[in-house]
């Protein structure tokens, strides 16, 4: 009998202690931002895009429209047991070109200067219709050709 209480409470301690590191919290890093020492070294109205990425790296994206920014993103992301995942806190630094690739403005953005965008589907109509295997080759009876299959 001893014995048996002995199992269950072992049990119970694993049941208990794989619960426990199941809700832990976990955080997950993407992305990089220069530190304010790296965008102090930027000189705008001197330092162009190649003298920038030399400095402080390579950004995470460019420009969407032209290529007359530099956009670094940086998001922490909580995990919290079977919860969905949460972000926690962003970091944006966009620095500005001119037209000769000259630095002129870097911009800081946090998670809470973001905006919702409105994603939009546009799906363009093939004019195919939804049709079985045999509607399409009853629709093709009278197109058939008996010239087509003799050899020249």
Known sequence: MA??????KYAVLGVLLATSVACTT????????????????IALGADTKDS????IGSPSASGMLSDSSYVYVRT?????????????????????????????????YALADGQAVPLTRRITDNGIQRSSFLRQLL?????????SLTTQ
């Open 76 to 108: 922490r992301i909580k995990h919290y047991g079977g919860r969905a995942p949460q972000v926690v806190e962003r970091q944006v630094v966009a620095i500005g070109f001119d037209q000769r690739g000259i630095a002129r403005n870097v911009e800081h």
């Open 26 to 41: 976990r955080f997950r890093n993407h992305g990089y931002v220069p530190s304010e020492a790296e965008l102090a070294e």
């Open 139 to 147: 629709a093709n009876i009278g197109n058939f050709d008996p010239s």
């Open 52 to 55: 920038i990425s030399e400095t």
């Open 3 to 8: 014995r048996g209480n002995k199992a269950i």
